[in-house]
């Protein structure tokens, strides 16, 4: 792919792929729009690297004029060199817009609340499901863990249901990717409860989420109903 091309691609892609009257009477809905941001995106990831290996070719022909004392070609190299890299920044700034503008629009587009099915979780440990609950938590191996369901990178509320009688509780921590948090798991007097764990940042939406006991009172931490996660921007 040339410079050329490149540039008539990324030119061409904002024309209109409707009259513009047929525009004017009809915004496009947020899928589509999100779709044309994700092949924006692959078309400037896709020029960026041709352009990258022809500006390192326009380095070393600079370098070997200059060596074998062709001033003139060499400065002709340089300015060539220049151009480029100054087209490369423009583009990679455009990429990082075009990124942030999917990232955001995927954000709104979220539910309220994303559940995790326990059905999904893949259990650890001695961990066991049972009539719809998650128990048997029974020291620090045991965990459930999941694989995020290719959510944007950013804060989540991490909202448990559980039941915990008198000999059970403890501690647990919820880890993603890079990040982690601790919360403690006290006694449901009155049956089952929702408990807001804190917000946990997320880097990786199609990456692990991991449920994992920490300390344990007696025998068993929790009895897990449910786990929700909500945007932190709701």
Known sequence: MNRTLVAALLL????PACPADAQ?????TAPLELERLSFQKRLLEAGLRPLQQHL???QELEKQRATSGDYAGAIEARNQRKKLTTELERLDKELLLTQTREQSLKARLLPDRITLPLEDARLEGGVQRTGGELTGWSGPDSAASWTLPNLPPGGYEILLKYRCGALEGGTLEIQETRFHLSAEVLTT???PQEKNLGTLKITDGTGPLVIRARGVLKDNLMHLL???LVPAAR
């Open 189 to 191: 007097l009155r049956g």
């Open 226 to 228: 449910a786990v929700h």
């Open 12 to 15: 061409g892609f904002g024309a």
């Open 56 to 58: 390192s070719a326009l």
């Open 24 to 28: 004017e009477t009809r915004a496009p």
